[in-house]
């Protein structure tokens, strides 16, 4: 029995459950040819992570592409922008501007609609720790009615900017532009493809959720902290019975035209 096979498998699979990286590849090396099924098992499903991981790296690069481009032209604060809450019937439009730094890269960002809430809060509080600025910026129900959506977007995508303590060398927009500033570029489904937008939506999705989780306690009834604002049945339900609260939006637009949500 050589060395590595007189680690019983109970250490074995302590060993692996920590490790990651090069880490794990040199666990994966040292008992490839242990010939207890057990550690077979261990190596297996170690093997399957390491795999993994390759893959969430590669596909971390390939969302860092776009920046490392802007970055090579001289190009240092790359700001991604993202909103959440358009197309919420109460509460705000929510933006967030973040400019992440080339190293270290976060692994893990990807649309925010497409992450759990428990890891939208761990990327949020990685994002926060790690990158070179985060802004993130409201604009009230009220407000967004009086402007109409698209310049409440405008709006509270600016105060993200301002906010930021620096000024960006580029913006890096999440759909169609929006003619924020004239040195952005817009990408569509860039919260899937552009890790600063990816950011941004994560930062402006756990930020508008824990407002709206207030302003659950604040107007009980409709299930704020369930729905975030938007248009469920139950929401609207509670509406018919309660009415409209101050956070509710009384009109939205859509087809070019300002349309009455509510009598």
Do not use: W
Not at 29 to 48: K, Q
Not at 244 to 260: D, K
């Amino acid at each position: 029995m050589t060395p590595a096979h007189r680690d019983s498998i109970a250490d074995v699979q302590t060993l692996f459950a920590g490790a990651s990286g090069r880490r794990l590849a040199a666990l994966i090396n040292r008992f490839a040819d242990d010939p207890r099924a057990g550690v077979r098992a261990i190596v297996a499903t170690a093997r399957a992570r390491r795999e993994a991981e390759r893959k969430e790296h590669t596909r971390t690069a390939r969302l860092y592409a776009l920046e490392a481009e802007f970055h090579a032209r001289g190009l240092e604060l790359v700001a991604g922008l993202d909103e959440v809450g358009r197309g919420a019937l109460a509460g705000p439009v929510t933006a967030a501007a973040v400019i992440l730094a080339g190293e270290p890269r976060i692994e893990g960002l990807d649309d925010s609609k497409r992450l759990t809430p428990p890891r939208r809060e761990e990327l949020a509080a990685r994002i926060h720790a790690d990158a070179i600025a985060v802004c993130v910026a409201h604009v009230s129900a009220g407000d967004v009615d009086a402007l109409g959506m698209t310049a409440a977007l405008r709006d509270a995508m600016r105060l993200a900017i301002d906010g930021l303590g620096v000024v960006p060398d580029h913006l890096l927009l999440d759909g169609l532009p929006l003619h924020v500033a004239e040195n952005e570029t817009a990408v569509v489904k860039g919260d899937s493809k552009v890790a600063a937008i990816a950011a941004a939506s994560i930062v402006a999705k756990v930020t508008r959720d824990a407002l709206m989780r207030e302003l659950a306690d604040q107007h009980p009834g409709y299930a704020f902290d369930e729905n975030k604002g938007y248009g469920t049945s139950e929401h609207l339900q509670a509406i018919a019975r309660l009415g409209l609260t101050p956070v509710h939006r009384r009109s939205f637009t859509a087809g070019g035209g300002t349309l009455s949500l509510f009598a």
